[in-house]
């Protein structure tokens, strides 16, 4: 990124590693903000999730002046593996009330102050930025990592979850070229991004 893109906020670290992911309904932020967590299904979970930041991209559900940008983040506490029943009680006999879920526990909810909206995007599934992308970028594409950028991102993550013991290296390639589809597009691989949104739904249920 050009030393002459001026930081238009400083929330988090230069060299912090951030999750974007998607707040379906009002309702998930209202979770976040007072119950302190966020929930992937284990089924479309990111394979990496040892990161310091959730940011979390709003959908038209939030109506015209929220909808399609990032307002919120939180610095992340953990996570665990449970089930959707186990989190959301009163909801028992949801269909996918047995499905396990990851619950990330998160600190406190953040503004993002201004916004970082979609241009052209405007369906999302998970997204790895770093802290001087976030701080930066005027649009969700500012976010998108490039080139040998992407790269080194790959490779914090890869540490990190080596270093927690999530995975094997074995199981983690040290080159992109040896990555799936699905990280390619959370690293910001166009052509990866299209492939999954054209057959994942957005939202996480």
Known sequence: MSSAYSPLRSIVSEDAIVLIAVLPQPRDLEIARVLGWYRIPLRSAPKVLSVDYLAFYQTAAFGEEKRWGIHYLAAVRGYELTTRADLLRQEADHPRAHEEYYKIQLGEIQSVTPPIYARRWR???????????LNRAATLQDLVVRDEERLILWRGLRERALHQQTYTAQELPDFLEGLDVFLLAMLGDRKSIQEIQNVYPLGHG
Do not use: K, M, S
């Open 123 to 133: 369906r999302l599934t998970f997204l790895y930025t770093t802290g001087e992308r």
